[in-house]
């Protein structure tokens, strides 16, 4: 039995890789409806040898749908996603709206997949780098508990959209050029360049995107007593966010040790062979779904600590594919 399947922000930089990604995994579609602003209505989108047309998204645009991927900003997922919820549909929303209510089941797959039977009309997908972290990190947590975090982010431009992207591209031209740099979707220049500023700063001088891996690091891992201490960089890089990381466990895991779980553990690929200067970087990271995982050390600083380097595609498995991982879940639990 195939599913009747809907994604809001179809147009979108998320929207167009969960195509890519509903494809690829032979996701079960019985019927498909693109939805979009009024600005994108009228697109015409092929997938699976059909062509679609994008529908403005209104509220009747729900009617019959068994799943809904929303792909937009808070304020438009805040709007429809209730309104997709009182109709019968199951919504997975990649929005930060719904992330920390008490409600609302925030899943990583290979970490949590038992929490979508907990749902009540809607699941939340983490933020991009939250996913990347908490799946490197996820086996090493089951073995001995993880009681502090310490996270530095270095984020691809494309974690702003296409937007970023097209900043990025139009920066390193014009410095090529001679020309003064225009800035719009950044605070500052980013071609040759490191901005430690990514979303709003709160009055504890964090970031909200560092705030997110404290938080959502805690609701995901069941540990409300979860320390994180986390900082986070735009770099001039195009796809695939890098974090460095270094936990505190409760008992003591060897470096051995820690290769040995991840080079089983779902979702990850050890790459960390400093003989042959193999560790991750976003490059090899980019335009697949597994999280690359190296530089496994022990932290010379701390007793119980490990040191750590990953990189994963935030468009796929930092939004697209773990969304439709979960309506995968959705499916095998008997749930839609």
């Known amino acids: ?19 890519k990604v509903l494809a690829e995994r032979n996701f079960p579609v019985e019927q498909l409806r693109l939805l979009a602003s009024a600005k994108s209505a009228g697109q015409i989108i092929n997938w699976q040898e059909r062509a679609y047309v994008v529908e403005e998204v209104s509220e009747k645009s729900f ?3 068994d799943i809904l991927l929303v792909a937009v900003g808070n304020e438009i997922s805040k709007k429809f996603s209730p309104i997709a919820v009182e109709q019968g549909v199951v919504v997975i929303d990649n929005s930060s709206a719904y992330r920390l209510d008490d409600d609302v089941p925030l899943v990583i797959p290979e970490v949590n997949p038992d929490d979508v039977r907990n749902h009540k009309g809607i ?31 270095y984020q691809a431009v494309s ?12 920066q390193i031209r014009q410095t090529m050029q001679g020309n003064n740099t225009v800035v719009s979707t950044f605070q500052y220049q980013i071609a040759y360049n490191l ?44 796809r695939s966010h890098s974090e460095s990381i270094t936990i505190e466990t409760e008992n003591e895991i ?32 980019s335009n697949q779904d597994l999280i690359y995982v190296g530089r496994i050390r022990k932290d010379i600083s701390r007793d119980r600590s490990l040191a750590l380097r990953c990189c994963g595609d935030q468009v796929r498995k930092g939004a697209a594919t773990n ?14």
Request: glycine content about 8%; charged content about 20%; proline content about 4%.
């Open 1 to 19: 039995m195939g599913i009747k399947l809907g994604i809001l922000g179809a147009t979108g930089a998320v929207g167009e890789e969960m195509l």
């Open 63 to 65: 009617k019959g749908l």
């Open 123 to 153: 699941i939340a997908n983490p933020n991009c780098s939250t996913i990347i972290a908490l799946t490197a990190i996820n086996e090493l947590n089951n073995y001995s508990k993880v009681v502090r975090m310490t996270v530095s982010t």
């Open 159 to 170: 974690g702003a959209g296409l937007e970023g992207i097209r900043e990025l591209d139009d």
């Open 195 to 238: 901005i430690p500023h990514i979303g709003a700063f709160t009055d504890n001088g964090y970031s909200e995107e560092e705030m997110k891996m404290q938080n959502e690091g805690a609701k995901i891992l069941h540990n409300p007593d979860l320390k994180v201490n986390c900082t986070c960089v735009r770099v001039p890089v195009y």
């Open 254 to 285: 060897s470096v051995e040790k820690a290769k040995s779980l991840l080079k089983n553990a779902k979702g990850v690929k050890l790459v960390d062979d400093l003989e042959n200067n193999i560790y991750p970087m976003p490059l090899d990271s």
């Open 323 to 336: 969304a439709v991982q979960i309506a995968e879940l959705l499916v095998e639990f008997n749930l839609v």
